[in-house]
């Protein structure tokens, strides 16, 4: 729930429950006031917080490490799928274009197996960019496979290629050194 909606069902209860603790059981003013703003607080507090009296932090550590785990795994199978098309490919240009970015991803995934709070700082690496280079790798090897590929289709392949050679190199970079993606004014 929002900062003001919060305030405002919490300043709706304490309102009610002043005049109902001075005027209906009594209490003097002072103390009416008192518990009104521990009321008030509290409410406030509760609504701020989504009904939890505080998120535990062993619950929050624990959902990011399984995020971290799952992107891990994702990303070794993809990198597994990677490695495996590598040595297929018959054109020696793609093919190094491959095991470079087997490399880099090898590279990241070993750093974030060791920490694994860079997970998120690679997480669109390992969720978008590896899996669509095990598809430009593998659709490669079909083209590979026609008697006469497109030209067009062949050119295209390639610059894809080296686009995400030079995405994992910067994700690779973030992953070094998050709080330089700070610095980033691309």
């Given at each position: 729930?929002?900062?003001?909606?919060?305030?405002?069902?919490?300043?709706?209860?304490?309102?009610?429950?002043?005049?109902?603790?001075?005027?209906?059981?009594?209490?003097?003013?002072?103390?009416?006031?008192?518990?009104?703003?521990?009321?008030?607080?509290?409410v406030w507090y509760l609504l701020r917080s989504g009904g939890h009296a505080g998120l535990e932090?062993?619950?929050?550590?624990?959902?990011?490490?399984e995020t971290a785990r799952g992107l891990i795994e994702d990303a070794a199978t993809?990198?597994?799928?990677?490695?495996?098309?590598?040595?297929?490919?018959?054109?020696?240009t793609m093919r190094g274009e491959v095991q470079s970015?087997?490399?880099?991803?090898?590279a990241v995934l070993t750093d974030v197996r060791a920490n694994t709070?860079?997970?998120?700082?690679?997480?669109?690496?390992?969720t978008f960019y590896l899996p669509n280079a095990v598809g430009v790798a593998e659709g490669w090897q079909t083209l590979e496979r026609h008697v006469n590929p497109s030209p067009v289709r062949v050119q295209q392949t390639r610059d894809t290629m080296r686009a995400l050679n030079e995405a994992f190199v910067k994700y690779a970079?973030?992953?070094?050194?998050?709080?330089?993606?700070e610095l980033d004014t691309t």
């Open positions: 729930m929002g900062r003001e909606t919060a305030t405002l069902v919490a300043g709706v209860a304490a309102a009610i429950v002043l005049p109902m603790l001075t005027l209906a059981l009594k209490f003097p003013f002072w103390l009416s006031a008192i518990i009104t703003a521990g009321i008030f607080a509290g932090d062993e619950d929050l550590i624990a959902a990011r490490s993809s990198l597994a799928r990677l490695k495996r098309v590598a040595p297929l490919i018959r054109d020696q970015l087997a490399k880099t991803t090898d709070d860079r997970a998120m700082v690679v997480r669109r690496l390992f970079q973030d992953a070094d050194a998050p709080e330089m993606q």
